[in-house]
């Protein structure tokens, strides 16, 4: 019999956790011809989260949790989850019912019967968002996309199935600076897509404010593309070329019409805009060392501090 495991992020969800817990699990047991686990990842949370994740495993021994040592962000919180799953299929789905799992069937079904290895869902609106945030978002899928090659699909959202063979090939990209969305395109694999439209949280509130989003989808870039260095040295390329030629002019101008000194006032222009691109590249230079100091130092991607898996077993290494 097949297994599929459902692994959910959880940071404070204190609030939706049962409900989500009885939502899916109504939906898992129409499904016979598998069996499943619910793994719950507490991502270091402050409120009663963990609490209502080991009262909900005592009363059913196909919830399992696992509790990180703090709050490691969702990424590091899904790829913990992934590492501890041992079902043939897994779904990472959030805690707060934004992703419907009525589709958890179909999804299934697209895998086993239509050879497909993973099934993606995508919202096709962005109903109940400030408006000014679908802008940025938008707005930087375009951005993104031109710049990287890994596929990263505008709506995309986390909540899919992946068989194992997917599974274990996310979780050979071991890398620190985690961008999901980035990861799932790269590795490529068939992928099915699944499309509905935004459902608001069920209750509580979200994690990210537009300040962090803003810093995520900038990692994302870094993570995901080097073209913001290429830029960086065509822009200093193209400076040489009109200096170069500022030269030429200056010389020129000089031998004809005499008059070697005027000219302060586009001197200092000149001056701060150069120093401004300058800093500007050395800032570029600075993100992409800066990710590359955090990953020579290999550390790990989560710590445990508790859970109902393997009891013996040690901190996550990787
Ligand atoms: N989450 C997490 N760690 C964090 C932030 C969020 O595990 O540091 C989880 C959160 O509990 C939820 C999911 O990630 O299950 C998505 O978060 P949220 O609903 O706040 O994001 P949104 O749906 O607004 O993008
Ligand atoms: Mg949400």
Do not use: H
Not at 146 to 168: H, L, N
């Amino acid at each position: 019999m097949k297994k599929i495991s459902v692994v959910v992020p959880c940071y404070n969800e204190s609030q939706v956790l049962e409900i989500f817990y009885k939502a899916v699990t109504a939906e898992l047991i129409k499904i016979p011809e598998c069996d499943y686990e619910l793994l719950f990842v507490d991502d270091g949370s402050s409120d009663d989260t963990l609490k209502i994740m080991k009262s909900l495993s005592e009363k059913d021994d196909k919830v399992l949790y696992i509790s990180l040592s703090r709050n490691f962000g969702k990424e590091a919180a899904m790829y913990a989850g992934m590492q501890k799953s041992t079902g043939d299929y897994v779904v990472i789905m959030d805690a707060d019912l934004q992703d419907p799992p009525e589709l958890i069937p179909q999804m299934l079904s697209a895998l086993e019967n239509e050879g497909y290895d993973c099934a993606g869902s995508r919202r096709v609106t962005r109903k109940g968002e400030p408006p000014i945030r679908s802008f940025f978002a938008r707005l930087f899928y375009k951005i993104i996309n031109k710049m990287s090659d890994a596929e990263i699909v505008d709506g995309a959202r986390d909540f899919q199935m992946m068989s194992r063979k997917v599974v274990d090939s996310i979780l050979m990209l071991k890398e620190y600076n985690r961008f999901s969305k980035g990861i799932f395109g790269w590795i490529g694999f068939k992928k099915k897509w699944f499309e509905y439209e935004n459902v608001e949280r069920a209750a509580g509130e979200t994690k990210w404010s537009f300040w962090k989003l803003f810093m995520y989808a900038l990692q994302g870039i870094v993570a995901f593309s080097t073209a913001p260095l290429v830029f960086a040295s065509f822009f200093g390329l193209l400076c040489c070329v009109l200096a170069i030629l500022l030269i030429f002019v200056t010389i020129f101008r000089t031998l004809v019409f005499g008059d070697p000194t005027a000219g302060w006032p586009s001197l200092v222009c000149i001056i701060l805009l150069l120093s401004g691109i300058q800093m500007f590249g050395i800032g570029i230079l600075g993100q992409y060392l800066a990710k590359t100091y955090l990953e020579t130092k290999n550390r790990p991607i989560y710590l445990i501090s508790e859970t109902n898996i393997n009891k013996n077993e040690g901190q996550a290494k990787d």
